[in-house]
């Protein structure tokens, strides 16, 4: 099995962990699996990871590059893949993993060079996203783009969908394709439920409800809205702090938006490997999730979104979509618009009961995103999507 992911993490190292999971699930039911990724090193690497065969190519990207910037990261990555390739040149089928939808483009040629056919992951409607950004505004340059992203989808033997709202979106505009949904998945083992005191202590939080952005910091998280709510609740002088954790472009902005605004109740804290973000997540209370509130950014699904409800904390959105649907009809978090707004739908959590009570139905909605079983479904989906995989001799 290859898989082609450009952002591979393990949790070690930080960051989202999709592709780990299902690469150590692969391996589980005995497939051999190679990962070519990349990292900000001068040369490739190779590791193995847990019985995983990573390969890293030296392709640097930083998640505070410009878009320009990111999509020339993203073609080197395409350039490297395809010479890289070579050397498995007899695996049974290629998974490759977006964003980026650039990917697509290495598990094209690979098809054609190699004849190994792919599968198609897709985790935001790219190129949607940045045109509805305000990023991509060249009417030419959406065209190309748009013609890219159903080249990749078409010549894929089925599309893997992380939301119910990017499968029915492909399904509408792409009715001819096979398309399964697999949602991202929640550690249902590693993140527990509850709060620390002796952690909201170390961070001096005791006696005030935390809440916590746990992620990246770029554009298309729209994170002053967060700011918004801050300021509403300090006007309140409610005994509230709000934790922004994590890197990416916007973070300088914020931390100067921050002391203009003379909030008093915002903590920044760095980048964490997963060990870390359980901490994180051990003096929070209320988990934000937070976006632009554009249309095609509701349909994504979000790492944060998962493991705060692996660790049972109550979610608040700022957009609309189907995350939004889920909590409140599940009862396990809220959603708010603006900052006036958060701070009305945030006062019934300042009861501890009713904190509980929702925290207790964000942990049981996680265990419908267990890791174990979706990453059985995973390889299923994929032994019976190509026959060849249940051939386990062919990857010794």
Not at 15 to 21: H, I, T
Not at 291 to 312: E, H, R, V, W
Request: charged share 20%; glycine share 6%; hydrophobic share 40%.
């Amino acid at each position: 099995m290859l898989i082609l992911h450009q952002f591979f993490n393990t949790p070690e190292r930080g960051g989202p962990l999709r592709s780990y999971y299902l690469s150590t699930a692969l391996r589980h039911a005995g497939h051999s699996v190679h990962v070519i990724t990349t990292h900000n090193q001068p040369e490739c690497r190779q590791e193995t990871v847990e019985g995983i065969d990573v390969h890293y190519l030296p392709v640097t990207y930083d998640n505070r590059y410009g878009f320009f910037r990111r999509i020339y990261s993203f073609l080197r990555f395409v350039i490297h893949i395809i010479g890289y390739a070579s050397k498995f040149k007899n695996v049974s089928v290629c998974y490759a993993i977006s964003a980026p939808l650039t990917t697509g483009l290495a598990a094209i040629v690979i098809k054609w060079r190699y004849g190994i056919p792919y599968v198609f992951e897709v985790g935001d409607l790219w190129p949607e996203a940045p045109i509805q950004l305000g990023i991509v505004r060249n009417t030419l340059l959406k065209k190309i783009l748009f013609r890219l992203e159903a080249a990749v989808y078409r010549r894929a033997l089925s599309i893997v969908a992380l939301s119910p709202a990017i499968s029915e979106n492909i399904c509408r505009r792409f009715p001819r394709l096979i398309v399964y949904q697999l949602p991202n998945m929640a550690d249902t083992t590693y993140f527990e439920p509850g709060t620390d005191d002796s952690i909201k202590e170390k961070y001096g939080l005791q006696n005030r409800r935390v809440l916590s952005y746990i992620g990246t910091m770029g554009l298309a998280n729209g994170l002053n809205f967060v700011l918004d709510c801050a300021e509403a609740c300090q006007k309140k002088m409610l005994p509230v702090t709000f934790v922004l954790c994590g890197e990416g472009a916007k973070k300088d902005n914020l931390r100067q938006a921050v002391s203009q605004r003379k909030l008093q109740n915002v903590l920044f804290l760095p980048f964490q490997n997963r060990e870390g973000v359980r901490e994180v997540f051990r003096l929070t209370d209320i988990a934000l999730v937070c976006f632009q509130p554009l249309p095609i950014l509701g349909t994504g699904s979000p790492n944060k979104y998962f493991d705060a409800l692996a660790a049972g904390k109550v979610i608040a959105v700022n957009f609309s979509g189907w995350i939004r649907d889920e909590i409140e009809q599940n009862a396990c978090g809220f959603y708010a618009a603006s900052g006036d707004a958060f701070v009305y739908r945030l006062m019934p959590y300042l009861d501890d009961q009713v904190l509980r009570k929702s925290q207790a139905a964000s942990r049981q909605l996680a265990f419908r995103y267990d890791r174990t079983a979706l990453g059985k479904r995973f390889v299923e989906l994929l032994e019976s999507t190509v026959p060849d995989c249940n051939d386990k001799s062919r990857f010794s």
